[in-house]
């Protein structure tokens, strides 16, 4: 009898054991000797790949803690023999198969830059049909999200017509890739106002953190005018935001006028120019503070000092004139 079902680790054996996930819709399908390689952390490299690929490397079984992200087994209690077929492939080896190279993306933790460029070599469309099938296809909410990943990374415009799709659909379950997507595919008044109407939904407290994952690929000033209705209190999210969005010495200046919270989120805006924590969100922007008079930094800076002289102020204003160079771009 010809085999129909295959065990999803090894692709060889029949299946013989479904063992429910962390995903109920998607339960393992395995033979029984990977079912205990799977419960002894002991698969071999290929077996774990071919279940990152359908179930994500973010799964109980397969994250991080026991495996490396080239399948290697980080804590076996059995012993894991590997012969070189039962390697994982690398990207080199997939990078011209658009379908192998949408498998391997799956199981990267992150999708880099060099899985990104090796996906933008191939056609659009044909990567826009395979994502749509694989987002469609899958109940896996990790596997759905690397889909989205790669709208918003690869396909820029080319996915405006199903970005727009998702979004009345699946905003509320993707709200933070969606909006990535939206900076890419779509008029950036659009994405913007899809997002601030999402927004109105966020508690006070969530809003923060929630407007900067979201906002800061768009780098737009209106931003800045939505924040300036929206910060009621301080929180270290907004300037990254700000940061995020150029925002010109005029605009600084106008905030440390209006006193708290806006002078203080004027502060942290231009010490985050320095991304001196290494912050995901803005280090790889290089933002600035725009149309600066160099001439008034300090004087104005020093003033408000003198109205507001907490450590915090101090600290932060320190930092500012000391790297005045770094953080300001001359200009009218």
């Not at 397969?62 to 994982?88: R, S």
């Not at 106002?193 to 994952?213: G, H, N, T, Y």
């Not at 990254?240 to 989120?265: D, E, H, Q, V, Y």
Request: proline share 4%.
């Amino acid at each position: 009898m010809a085999v129909t079902h295959l065990c999803e680790a090894c692709k060889r054996n029949e299946i013989d054991v479904v063992k429910i996930s962390d995903e109920p819709a998607q339960p393992y399908r395995l033979c029984n000797d990977c079912h205990g390689r799977l419960l002894t952390y002991s698969l071999r490299p290929i077996e774990w790949y071919h279940l990152a690929i359908i179930h994500s490397p973010k799964k109980f079984l397969l994250h991080d803690d026991f495996y490396e992200e080239d399948g290697e087994a980080c804590q076996p209690e059995e012993d894991v023999l590997v012969t070189a077929e039962e390697k994982i492939p690398t990207l080199q080896a997939v990078q011209h198969d658009l379908e192998s190279l949408l498998d391997f993306s799956i199981t990267r933790w992150f999708l880099h830059n060099d899985v990104i460029n090796a996906l933008k070599k191939h056609d659009t469309q044909k990567i826009l049909m395979s994502v749509r099938s694989r987002f469609y296809g899958t109940e896996n909410h990790e596997v759905k999200s690397r889909m989205l990943e790669i709208a918003a990374d690869v396909l820029g415009t080319a996915a405006s017509d199903w970005v727009r799709e998702l979004w009345e659909n699946d905003a509320d379950k993707f709200f933070h890739l969606l909006s990535w997507a939206a900076a890419s595919s779509l008029p950036a008044e659009e994405g913007m106002r899809r997002i601030f109407d999402q927004l109105k939904c966020v508690s006070e407290k969530e809003l923060p953190m929630m407007a900067l994952s979201s906002l800061y690929r768009f780098r737009s000033h209106h931003i800045l005018d939505w924040m300036e209705s929206h910060c009621s209190s301080f929180n270290d999210s907004w300037g990254r935001l700000a940061s995020a969005c150029f925002p010109t010495w005029l605009r600084m200046k106008s905030w440390l006028n209006k006193g708290r919270p806006f002078s203080l989120i004027a502060l942290d805006t231009m010490a985050n120019c320095l991304a001196v924590k290494n912050d995901p969100f803005i280090e790889e922007l290089s933002p600035k503070i725009l149309r600066t008079d160099i001439n008034e930094i300090e004087p104005i800076l020093y003033d408000y000092l003198q109205e507001d002289g907490v450590p915090r102020v101090k600290t932060k204003v320190g930092i500012i004139v000391k790297n005045k160079e770094a953080i300001f771009e001359k200009g009218e």
